[in-house]
């Protein structure tokens, strides 16, 4: 039987980001090329809890269709948070929930572009993001980047004109890792305001920053004129797939028309999960734990590895790991003046972090072709893994960068 698939189903390619989480699959690898959290910090018990309570108090409605919106005490939980990290009021009906923040970026594709539309995003950008804008056939225009981030100054009219969105990540860049600067946000909001247009504000990792302070959000220097993209995937678990959008009033609403026709709402479930779990201050004791244990693999990583990280991510035109990053997920801070060390040097894979002198890293050569047989014949004690299986047989925490030298880390 043959089918004709429609032209745009024809364009689609076998996508990246699902190879890289092909990888994550195997039970011995934490891979930090798709922006996984660590399963350390997934708060397994809490979920259990409200999972129970949930199923014991309201079944019926947490099993129900739902409104396409979302679930309303989320809602409101998400536009008092926002509320306050910005400092301007937030009205829940600005709120929809989404199935994981990758669905915002495919409604927004799917309300705003137009075949041939002209998009801007800064350069690299998130792979995940090109694919959700590219099924609407856009016309991609590159703002220019630096260390810093996207610059503003770069924004010309001409550029701007007929846009319809700059489409960028101002904490903890994905794939770069960089933090837009202050100034830069300023500049960028006043810019877009001039020139009214709609700046998408995706910010999955804003809220894991281990080092300084949080800067301000563009949703808050412009509130009229972003759409702001969060998830619920980095600071809780991904595999709850939600994550929300707070939009402008009239695009809002057709947000939500777009979104009913695609799965009429995300689920009742595990909405009220996220709820129950946070509702009562859980977020920041969590997070705070979150940031320790990012601070600990960084450590680790950014004292003791000595390979020099070349990205599988496909769009990464530079090595993703910064070393002016203050988050760990996904993009950790890497020292990027060591030469790579052949896979064969058995003296590169043990190292103790300063900080912790319990954690050991592991450098292993996975992903380069070398034989585990190999490896088990390679230095080390006799009691030390030779490989990620002895690792976690042994209870370790392996983790695999993006590289084509790994670096696994365990605690004693
Ligand atoms: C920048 C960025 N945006 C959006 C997403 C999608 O996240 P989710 O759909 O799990 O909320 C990711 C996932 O890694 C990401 O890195």
């Not at 009691?383 to 084509?404: D, I, M």
Request: proline fraction near 9%.
């Amino acid at each position: 039987m043959t089918w004709t698939l429609s032209q745009r189903a024809q364009k689609l390619t076998s996508s990246a980001i699902r190879e890289i989480l092909k990888v994550t699959e195997r039970p011995d690898v934490i891979s930090f090329a798709g922006g996984l959290p660590s399963p350390a910090t997934f708060p397994v018990t809490q979920l259990q809890q409200a999972c129970n309570e949930i199923l014991t108090t309201e079944p019926t409605p947490a099993l129900q269709y739902g409104p396409t919106e979302g679930y309303m005490p989320l809602r409101e939980w998400i536009a008092v948070h926002h509320s306050k990290r910005c400092g301007i009021p937030i009205g829940a009906d600005q709120v929809l929930v989404t199935t994981g923040s990758q669905q915002g970026l495919d409604l927004l594709a799917k309300v705003l572009i137009d075949t041939g539309s002209k998009v801007l995003v800064e350069t690299p950008t998130y792979l995940g993001a090109l694919q959700a804008f590219s099924l609407a056939e856009p016309r991609y225009c590159s703002v220019p980047s630096d260390d810093a981030g996207l610059i503003p100054a770069s924004l010309t009219a001409e550029m701007c004109q007929e846009a319809r969105f700059l489409y960028c990540l101002p904490n903890f860049q994905n794939p770069s890792g960089r933090r837009l600067p202050l100034e830069r946000r300023q500049q960028l909001a006043e810019i877009t305001a001039r020139a009214g247009l709609l700046l998408i504000e995706d910010d999955p990792y804003g809220d894991l920053y281990y080092q300084g302070e949080p800067l301000p959000g563009l949703l808050s220097m412009n509130p009229g004129g972003v759409v702001y993209l969060g998830s619920f995937s980095k600071v809780l678990a991904p595999g709850l797939r939600v994550g929300y959008l707070i939009a402008p009033p009239a695009l809002q609403r057709k947000l939500v028309q777009a979104k009913q026709a695609a799965d009429l709402h995300t689920p009742s479930f595990t909405q009220r999960m996220v709820h129950t779990t946070i509702k009562d201050g859980f977020l920041d004791s969590h997070l705070r734990q979150v940031a320790v244990e990012e601070a600990v693999l960084r450590e680790a990583c950014s004292s003791g590895c000595n390979c020099r990280p070349t990205s599988i991510v496909a769009n990464c035109l530079k090595p993703p790991f910064s070393s002016t990053s203050h988050s760990f997920l996904g993009r950790p801070s890497m020292p990027t003046n060591r030469s790579p060390i052949p896979c064969d040097c058995p003296s590169s894979r043990y190292h103790r972090p300063r900080s912790r002198p319990a954690l050991r890293a592991w450098v292993p050569c996975l992903p380069c072709g070398r034989s585990r047989d190999s490896r088990e014949t390679g230095a080390g004690t006799d009691t030390e893994p030779k490989h990620a299986g002895q690792a976690v047989a042994a209870g370790y925490l392996p983790v695999l960068f993006a590289s084509p030298c790994s670096l696994n880390i365990y605690s004693a």
